[in-house]
């Protein structure tokens, strides 16, 4: 298996220096700690010269002494429409990973790289710190930032910005692919396996978070009443979408939000507030803070809750734009992690992905769904659902028990996997698995669990079923 993905990467790193990207070596990100011995580059895919659309991309070689020797792997936070490209350039494409499925995309630099698996985390100084579960000892990756609009990626004509829809994302993530293609001049092969972690892949079951907040304490038995029989999270969404909230629907969810009260994330209902810049730093003594930190300290080395500050600050700094060779048109508005000035067609957010995905599943690409089991924007029950319909729809069946899966020594959450039994041998297609502990954004609160995930993944194995050491 991992022969396919050698194969890719041997075309795909020298293609970084070809006159349609200006694809240039980073000497050394400005915080940057010693020691560091991969290559990184970044920089700008023109994927519209008509128009003056271009993608900003960062490619972090592998941490090893023969990084082509490992394969590649492509990411975007956000965009379903990669979904839709792979299905069309199914058996030539790399494995792509997406975060979020649905909607228009965050900055796959900002939150991919520096806050979920890349190599570095922008440190409250404004340096840099190592990650040491990053996915580059195991990989390469190509963190793009998609569509035109989100970080650094930009149009030059600025009334594509209005009304972006999936389909136009689609469009920008085939150039990309295509371009990928083209220039490493090889048969690439099909990938093995295609991940989605806590993704939002319909409007009517994936964000139905009422359960969940309940049986975490979030919101009392009234509201769960009220949010079962008045209205639930996915009639929300439609008429937030439409831009037609009733009065119904605004009443139970402002009664949720008095409940819930101003310091949890829905991201993550563990994790403690991040005070610093915000107005709410004035009401909440820095005791309670310190607290807040003693906590996290004993939770998750890695973890800090204002991580999302210190990624604005960094990427907003003039000498590392410069560095990583962003920017270079000097556009008009700041860097943010989520769209900026793209205005996402929102009607699109009621696309309903599982079709695609179970298409895929047909044309005998494997799937993983994973989970963090501690976000309520998509929880882990309605992904399960989503699961289990198709496993259903597809005749699958269960491939083994729910159980356990380990990371080291530790339970890493629980898993379920699906398929079908031919000729006595069992042929794995889809895989749920829960990640204990961790928020919407996997990797940030649980690295190490997701690089023993991303490591079972690339391998094309199964998550480990027993503890093991190291
Ligand atoms: C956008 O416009 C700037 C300034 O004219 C130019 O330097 C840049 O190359 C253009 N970008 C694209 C992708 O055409
Ligand atoms: C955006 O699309 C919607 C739905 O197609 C349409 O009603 C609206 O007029 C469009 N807005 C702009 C500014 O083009
Ligand atoms: C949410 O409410 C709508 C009606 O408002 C209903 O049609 C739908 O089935 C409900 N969804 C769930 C998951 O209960
Ligand atoms: C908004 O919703 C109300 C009832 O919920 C409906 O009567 C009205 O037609 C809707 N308006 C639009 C523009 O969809
Ligand atoms: C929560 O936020 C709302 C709106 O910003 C504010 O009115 C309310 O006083 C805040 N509550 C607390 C406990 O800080
Ligand atoms: C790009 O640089 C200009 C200054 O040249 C700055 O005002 C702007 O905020 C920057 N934009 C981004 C997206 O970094
Ligand atoms: C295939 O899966 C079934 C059901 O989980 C199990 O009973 C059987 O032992 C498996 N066969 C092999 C060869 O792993």
Known sequence: ?????????????????????????????????DGVSFKQHSGYIVTDPQRGHAL??????????????????????????????????????????????????????????FMEHGPFRPARDGGLMKNEFSWNKVSNVLYVESPIGVGFSYSNTTSDYINWTDADTGTSELFVTIFLLVKSNEKLKCPFEFVLGNPLLDSQISV???????????????TLKLKETVCNDSRFLTEEIHNNISK???????????????????????????FSGTAAMQSASSSAWDAYH??????????????????????????????????????????????????????????????????????HLPVLLYSGDQDSKVPLTQTRIIANMIAR????????????????????????????????????????????GAAHEVPYTSPSQALTLFKAFLKGSSLPKVPFKN
């Open 1 to 33: 298996m991992i022969w396919y993905f050698i194969v890719i990467v041997t075309g795909v790193i020298p293609l970084f220096s070809s006159r349609t990207s200006t694809a240039e070596l980073i000497t050394e990100l400005p915080g940057q700690p």
């Open 56 to 113: 900003f991309y960062y490619l972090v070689e592998a941490d090893a002494r023969d990084p082509l020797s490992y394969p590649l792997t492509l990411w975007f936070n956000g965009g379903i429409v990669a979904l839709v490209l792979i299905r069309y350039c199914l058996c030539y494409c790399l494995p792509i990973l997406i975060d979020f499925g649905l909607g228009p995309g965050c900055s796959s630099l900002g939150i991919g790289a």
């Open 208 to 222: 139905d978070g009422a359960t969940f907040l309940w049986s975490h304490g979030l919101i009392s038995d009234e």
């Open 248 to 274: 119904e629907c605004a009443e139970v969810h402002e009664k949720q939000v008095e409940e819930m009260g101003n310091f949890t994330a829905p991201d993550d209902v563990l994790e403690p507030y991040c």
């Open 294 to 363: 003693a906590k996290l300290a004993r939770r998750m080395v890695l973890t800090d809750p204002c991580l999302a500050d210190s990624i604005i600050s960094y990427l907003n700094n003039p000498q590392v734009q410069k560095a990583i060779h962003a920017n270079t048109t000097k556009l008009p508005s700041v860097w943010q992690s989520c769209s900026g000035p793209l205005s996402y067609q929102g009607l699109n957010l009621g696309n309903d992905i599982i079709p695609l995905l179970s298409g895929l599943i047909k044309e």
């Open 393 to 436: 729809d597809l005749k699958f069946t269960s491939m083994g028990k729910y159980a356990p899966w380990y990371d080291k020594m530790q339970v890493g959450g629980w898993t379920q996997s699906f398929g079908r039994s031919r000729k006595g041998e069992n042929a794995t297609h889809l895989t749920f698995a829960t990640v204990r």
